[in-house]
């Protein structure tokens, strides 16, 4: 079973031409703090600093997830990430190849692609999950421990969740078993028994 994962953003990047440059693709692969729509019986949150510490990975831009159509790869130079207030943020020189242009580029400038997503592995203790007040099972993210790549996609089908589904179901038969109850109550027990000892 493999534990990568990817998820899909809509309106989230664009292609752009100046002049005689190279057109660059330029979009978001997530967005911080926002709800991704229902997935497999959770919706996710990204947190400000889940990415940092996978900017440094050898990020691949794929068009579709595809590695037959490369768009850059960071360790060349003609992919950068980032993040900013908004998310994590991408900007790749697309190869000037015919076949790109025609797949990609032509359908991003027309508007016929609009949406971008990313390939990742959570990191062991990276997740939270939760109900909130609805009693919408939310997995919250706050660390990754592989960026595989950022691509704009055609569909949002590339949604892979297996390996969130399988986290989601475990949270909920420790929540049902009591053993989360268990482990709060355990925890809690620990912190006030530092409490005492520091006082």
Request: charged share 30%.
């Amino acid at each position: 079973m493999s534990d990568r994962e990817t998820r899909c953003y809509s309106g989230e990047v664009r292609a752009e031409q100046q002049g005689e440059q190279p057109t660059r693709i330029i979009g978001y692969g997530s967005v911080f703090n926002s709800r991704s729509e229902p997935l497999w019986g959770f919706r996710e949150i990204i947190k400000p600093g889940a990415f940092d510490d996978v900017l440094g990975d050898d990020v691949r831009g794929l068009f579709n997830h595809d590695p037959n159509f490369i768009l850059g790869r960071s360790s060349s130079g003609t992919l950068t990430v980032g993040v900013d207030d908004k998310g994590l943020r991408y900007d790749i020189n697309a190869p000037d190849t015919q076949t790109i242009r025609d797949l990609v580029l032509a359908p991003m400038l027309r508007g016929d692609i609009n949406q971008s997503s990313f390939a990742f592995r959570v990191a062991r203790d990276g997740e939270h999950w939760f109900e909130d007040e609805e009693g919408i099972v939310i997995r919250e993210i706050s660390r990754f421990s592989r960026l595989f790549d950022v691509s704009p996609v055609t569909y949002p089908a590339y949604q892979e969740a297996d390996s969130g589904v399988r986290s989601m179901k475990a949270w909920q038969e420790a929540r049902d078993s009591g053993a989360l109850q268990n482990a709060i109550n355990q925890r809690m027990a620990r912190e006030r028994l530092l409490t005492l000892l520091n006082v």
